[in-house]
């Protein structure tokens, strides 16, 4: 599964190609934006974006691990973890640019995902 990562600079670029700020207002959006979704995640808040998904921290007890080359048990020290659930409309989204039929892409493999079924409104 090859993909390539998105940026800052080029959610900054994104930014000023959509919304035809400056590209340093464009990066100030864009880092504060970053900034209080961090922040509000340091508080133990969730964050919720709409059609998106949401980020939440969740604590993590502590627990005994094995190291998997030797098999002598490990204590795991409890922490927090930040973990994301896609909302509906992105794993729809998603899951419809998956779907298309494009070059390399059999025939097969389009009506075994349901390719060109109508999803109800």
């Known amino acids: 599964m090859a993909g390539h990562t998105v940026t800052r600079a080029q959610l ?19 880092e504060s934006v970053i900034a209080e979704i961090s922040r ?35 204590p795991i020290s409890p922490r927090r973890v930040l973990v994301f659930r896609a909302s509906h409309a992105l794993k729809h989204q998603i899951n419809n640019g998956l779907n298309q039929t494009g070059p390399g892409t059999s025939a097969a493999v389009t009506a075994r995902s349901g390719a ?5 409104a």
């Open 40 to 74: 509000a995640l340091e508080r133990g808040d969730m964050v919720k974006i709409s059609s998106f998904g949401s980020f939440a921290v969740r604590k993590k007890g502590q627990r005994v691990g094995r190291n998997p080359k030797t098999g002598q048990e490990v």
């Open 116 to 120: 060109g079924k109508v999803a109800p």
């Open 12 to 30: 900054t670029e994104a930014v000023y190609q959509e919304v035809g700020l400056s590209r340093n207002e464009s990066a100030e959006l864009v």
